[in-house]
């Protein structure tokens, strides 16, 4: 988003939240309000007046295994359900990072607006789980639950794009976490597209980068009070989007664009995640309510 007239990683004027205007762009504050409705509506399902607790460990399990397709492992909601063993191969280990990560999000929310780049790390590690990956230079142990440094290259072949150099990370890292600390007026939603859209852009860790930029926008949707409960899996929408016409990959393209529109198309497409994942969070609370579940 560095091309954009107010991106985070830019320097606006004494006082501006460079967040706020993101809400003008076309189709942005249609989305907010949408997304507003559908998680009105679903908090309002009579099956959470007693049985939330299981809807948000459904929506925590559904949402961990879309963030784990898209990360190259794409498997039954089923097949995730009954494993118990993630370390056999490259695909159980992805899975069980997305299991460990995306369940991680929900414990840190006391500490993500006083230090927000503690808890990426945290989250970081907790997705590398302490595992060396000898096929990438610079990899090791101590390499986790920090920034890459120069010269260390990063495994995520789900996202073929330009790397940021890691002066780069370092000062738009720094932008990212002072915008969060001090806040800003403008929508969860707005806020959590750019964190996410963010760490996608700069890849910040050596590995599991897009895990924990999934999870991260999982931490400012709860933590701002627009989902509270954590019921409405937004990784299931950016993968229904993927899975249908390339959409999660085309919208994060725009991002990169750092266009008003580019920008602007990819808070449009969170905020369709958002949506999705309040409609399968619905569809799970319909079955509780037929006793299918």
Known sequence: MSNSPQAPGSQPSAGADPLVPLGGLPGVGEAVDSVRRAVDLLYKHRVMRRRSTEVTAEAVLRGARASAGLAGADWALEEVRRRSDFSVDGQARTVGAA????????????????????????????????????????????????????GESVDEPTLPFELPSADEVSARLESLAELIVAGSSAPALVTAAVVHGELLALRPFVSHNSLVARAAERVVLVGSGLDPKSICPAEVGHQEAQSADGGYA????????????????????????????????????????????
């Open 99 to 150: 299991l460990r990560v995306t369940a991680e999000a929900g414990q840190l929310l006391p500490i993500w607006r006083q230090s927000p780049l503690r808890v990426l790390a945290r989250l970081h590690l907790v997705a590398a789980g302490g595992v060396q990956r000898p096929e990438v230079p610079g990899s090791g142990v101590d390499a986790i639950g920090r920034p890459r440094l120069a």
């Open 250 to 293: 085309g919208a994060f393209e725009g991002y990169l664009s750092g266009t008003p529109e580019g920008v602007g198309a990819w808070i449009v497409h969170c905020g369709r995640s958002v949506r999705l994942g309040a409609r399968e969070s619905t569809a799970v609370c319909e079955a509780m309510q037929r006793g299918a579940a």
